[in-house]
Nanobody, 115 residues
Framework: QVQLVESGGGLVQAGGSLRLSCAAS????????MDWFRQVLGKEREFVAR???????DYANSVKGRFTISRDSAKNTMYLQMSSLEPEDTAVYYC?????????WGQGSQVTVSS
């Protein structure tokens, strides 16, 4: 089994940057897909970005050009570098890993962007 722990959230002013981390409890080399999602209270969880084991990345249109997803196998960690943050980016951010056909979620990390 794999456990995921997010960190790096917090409060930032509009236009600022934050980097989220998602640390896995085991090697991520065997995890083919890792994602970031976000959720605002009362709304559905939405896709933010995805990266494959081969390094291919995909982004939601709302974050394209502002967010960058990456993964570091040596540290068993996935990252989400967020720049030019907007108040609309305020949400709880979750990382997810597809491991042996099972979706595993982290506990979430709050990101708040003030105007």
């Amino acid at each position: 089994q794999v456990q995921l722990v997010e960190s790096g959230g917090g409060l930032v002013q509009a236009g600022g940057s934050l980097r989220l981390s998602c640390a896995a409890s085991r090697s991520i080399d065997s995890i083919t897909v890792m994602d970031w999602f976000r959720q605002v209270l009362g709304k559905e969880r939405e896709f933010v970005a995805r990266i494959t084991s081969g390094g291919s990345a995909d982004y939601a249109n709302s974050v394209k050009g502002r967010f960058t997803i990456s993964r570091d196998s040596a540290k068993n960690t996935m990252y989400l570098q967020m720049s030019s943050l907007e108040p609309e980016d305020t949400a709880v951010y979750y990382c997810r890993a597809l491991y042996r056909g099972i979706a595993i979620w982290g506990q979430g990390s709050q990101v708040t962007v003030s105007s």
